[in-house]
């Protein structure tokens, strides 16, 4: 059990909807991740959050669009999508100051764009 | 770009110690070294850390060579349940600027 959690695990989508990803975590942590897998690639990170303010987004189009309401709850919103886009979307958090900045994943949103 | 050198696949015996190893031979003096893994279609998941010194957990034990240009996770009774991809990486802790990078990391196939 990793105390981070996402919701939906599954989601199709077509390119002209809208769409958003949640993440929540119950560790405490003070900040959090979004990364991208696509098949037989390595995870790339797309944004980073601390302290709810976003620090790093790695070059990603704006059809995403990332939201930190507060330090336990991140959001992905979309659209707009391209097919390419489809993907497994990792949310991961951390606590800075921590075990040294160990970062705890969620399960992951398997986004299939038609 | 992914700083450190993996083989891209392993196996090994269930029962027997799985030896993985990582080349980092450009770490600086406050990187540390990571490994976490990734069973099919889950989330990563940390598995041990160090700077320097060997460490050891409930999962695995981590030994880092002397001139930390490369380092060994090892799994001492592998069981189906470690089939994944494992992956190192080295990264300053606590620095923003620092990212985790995943490169392609090693499968690991544990057989009967």
């Known amino acids: ?114 | 770009d992914a700083k450190t050198t993996q083989p891209p696949s392993m196996d090994c015996a269930e029962g027997r110690a799985a030896n993985l190893p990582c080349n980092h031979s450009t770490i600086s003096g406050n990187e540390y070294v990571y490994w976490y893994r990734q069973i099919h279609s889950q989330g990563p998941q940390y598995i041990i850390h160090g700077l320097k010194n060997n460490e050891t957990n409930e999962m695995a034990s981590l030994i880092i060579t002397e001139d930390r240009k490369s380092s060994t996770l090892i799994l001492p009774h592998a069981t189906l349940r470690d089939t994944a991809v494992y992956y190192c990486i080295v990264r300053v802790p606590y620095s923003s600027a620092s990212k985790i990078i995943f490169g392609s990391g090693t499968r690991l196939s544990i057989r009967p």
Not at chain 1, 5 to 18: A, C, E, F, S
Not at chain 1, 26 to 44: T, V
Request: charged share 20%.
């Open chain 1, 1 to 114: 059990e990793t105390g981070v959690t996402q919701t939906p695990r599954h989601l199709v989508m077509g390119m002209t909807n809208k769409k958003s990803l949640k993440c929540e975590q119950h560790l405490g942590h003070n900040a959090m991740y979004w990364y991208k897998q696509s098949a037989k690639k390595p995870l790339e990170l797309m944004f980073v959050y601390n302290f709810k303010e976003q620090t790093e987004n790695n070059s990603v189009p704006s059809r995403f669009s990332p939201e930190c309401p507060n330090s336990s709850h991140l959001f992905l919103h979309l659209h707009t999508l391209q097919p390419e886009d489809s993907a497994l979307y990792l949310c991961a958090s951390s606590q800075v100051r921590g075990r040294a900045d160990t970062q705890y994943f969620g399960p992951g949103t398997r986004l299939t764009v038609l």
